[in-house]
């Protein structure tokens, strides 16, 4: 009988099967694969701008902080202005109704000064009448004791009386009006306070006039020119950075590993071992998806699996699309 070499095959096909889905399970329980990729920053405002400079155009190289643009906004100075304008008339209309409350306080003392000037003249009046009074009796009744007279002394006792009132009642008008300016200072504080605040945010929005680079990486695309209107939220600028801050990692559909968003994992280079960080789990996606080609264990097999995306640190020293092998913590 003829020997079929197909008998030989079919259990070493069977094995191999058998072998690849515990490698295929094995793979996806403890480590799984991943591309290095770089998340594209597209940068705008979020007012409407005038673009007042752009200092970078497409291809330009740029570091993390760099100023790309420089905008205008003319709201913000007519504001400033009507806010500095604010200021001006509260302290005018301050200082005038002080300068009126100051005058009403010095005719308050004045009249009292006339008033009172007037009273002590009265009562020297009758104290040089009583005076004389006493003189002219005891020349015509030598003998006689003289006493100066009630009704002259009640008078002058009733007229400084009458001068106490009058200094109290001032000292009561001043105390008011003293008041009022005192209410006056303290609307005054509070409305320019309130103004004040308002330049100072004023001034923080005029400095954030800025386009500011977020990542060291290369200008990708410009969408605007100098002197050009952009509405608020409108895309100005892309750019890519240098090196990858993300890892886009697929997940085998046999896995049940525990992943969680937050979890730290450890990422190694497929082909440089010794380039390793950590990284953490930013999102996973529950749809499943094909594998990309480099991806797969073996390339003639369609597989599926989940996206996984995880965070870069800063320094990372991966290359961008480098393969990344994505280690799980150990249950």
């Given at each position: 009988?003829?020997?079929?070499?197909?008998?030989?095959?079919f259990?070493a096909?069977?094995?191999?099967c058998?072998?690849?889905?515990s490698d295929?399970?094995?793979?996806?329980?403890?480590?799984?694969?991943g591309?290095?990729?770089?998340?594209?920053?597209?940068?705008?405002?979020?007012?409407?701008?005038?673009?007042?400079?752009?200092?970078?155009?497409?291809?330009?190289?740029?570091?993390?902080?760099?100023?790309?643009?420089?905008?205008?906004?003319?709201?913000?100075?007519?504001?400033?202005?009507?806010?500095?304008?604010d200021?001006q008339?509260?302290?005018?209309e301050?200082?005038?109704?002080?300068?009126?409350?100051?005058?009403?306080?010095?005719?308050?003392?004045t009249?009292?000064?006339?008033?009172?000037?007037?009273?002590?003249?009265?009562?020297?009046?009758l104290?040089t009448?009583?005076?004389?009074?006493?003189?002219?009796?005891?020349?015509?009744?030598?003998?006689?004791?003289?006493?100066?007279?009630?009704?002259?002394?009640?008078?002058?006792?009733?007229l400084?009386k009458?001068?106490?009132?009058?200094?109290?009642?001032?000292?009561?008008?001043?105390?008011?009006?003293?008041?009022?300016?005192?209410?006056l200072?303290?609307?005054?504080?509070?409305?320019?306070?309130?103004?004040?605040?308002?330049?100072?945010?004023?001034?923080?929005?005029k400095?954030?006039?800025?386009?500011?680079?977020?990542?060291?990486?290369y200008?990708?695309?410009v969408?605007?020119?100098?002197n050009?209107?952009?509405?608020?939220?409108?895309?100005?600028?892309k750019?890519?950075?240098?090196?990858?801050?993300?890892?886009?990692?697929?997940?085998?559909?046999?896995?049940?590993?525990?992943?969680?968003?937050?979890?730290?994992?450890?990422?190694?280079?497929?082909?440089?071992?010794?380039?390793?960080?950590?990284?953490?789990?930013?999102?996973?996606?529950?749809?499943?998806t094909?594998?990309?080609?480099?991806?797969?264990?073996?390339?003639?097999?369609?597989?599926w699996?989940?996206?996984?995306y995880?965070?870069?640190?800063?320094?990372?020293?991966?290359?961008i699309?480098?393969?990344?092998?994505?280690?799980?913590?150990?249950?």
């Amino acid at each position: 009988m003829k020997f079929n070499i197909l008998f030989l095959l079919f259990p070493a096909a069977l094995a191999a099967c058998f072998w690849i889905a515990s490698d295929f399970q094995y793979q996806s329980v403890n480590s799984f694969f991943g591309i290095a990729e770089t998340e594209l920053q597209s940068l705008n405002f979020d007012h409407d701008i005038a673009v007042r400079e752009v200092f970078v155009k497409t291809g330009d190289l740029v570091k993390q902080g760099d100023t790309l643009a420089t905008f205008y906004r003319a709201e913000l100075d007519r504001q400033s202005l009507e806010n500095l304008s604010d200021l001006q008339i509260t302290e005018t209309e301050r200082n005038a109704e002080f300068a009126i409350l100051e005058k009403e306080k010095d005719l308050v003392r004045t009249r009292l000064s006339a008033d009172v000037r007037e009273l002590y003249t009265e009562i020297s009046l009758l104290a040089t009448e009583d005076s004389l009074t006493s003189v002219f009796r005891s020349s015509v009744y030598p003998d006689m004791k003289t006493a100066g007279n009630k009704i002259v002394a009640d008078k002058m006792e009733a007229l400084r009386k009458q001068i106490d009132d009058l200094q109290k009642r001032a000292r009561e008008e001043i105390s008011i009006l003293e008041s009022r300016q005192a209410a006056l200072e303290a609307v005054a504080s509070v409305r320019n306070a309130g103004t004040r605040a308002s330049l100072q945010q004023l001034e923080s929005e005029k400095n954030r006039l800025f386009l500011i680079a977020p990542v060291d990486g290369y200008v990708e695309s410009v969408m605007m020119a100098r002197n050009s209107l952009k509405e608020a939220f409108t895309e100005l600028m892309k750019i890519n950075p240098n090196a990858p801050n993300m890892v886009v990692g697929f997940i085998h559909e046999a896995s049940d590993a525990p992943l969680a968003v937050g979890q730290e994992v450890e990422l190694v280079s497929f082909n440089r071992p010794e380039m390793n960080c950590k990284g953490q789990i930013a999102s996973i996606n529950p749809r499943m998806t094909e594998l990309p080609l480099r991806l797969r264990k073996f390339i003639e097999m369609r597989s599926w699996g989940r996206e996984v995306y995880i965070g870069l640190p800063q320094g990372n020293r991966f290359y961008i699309s480098e393969k990344i092998t994505i280690n799980l913590p150990t249950r």
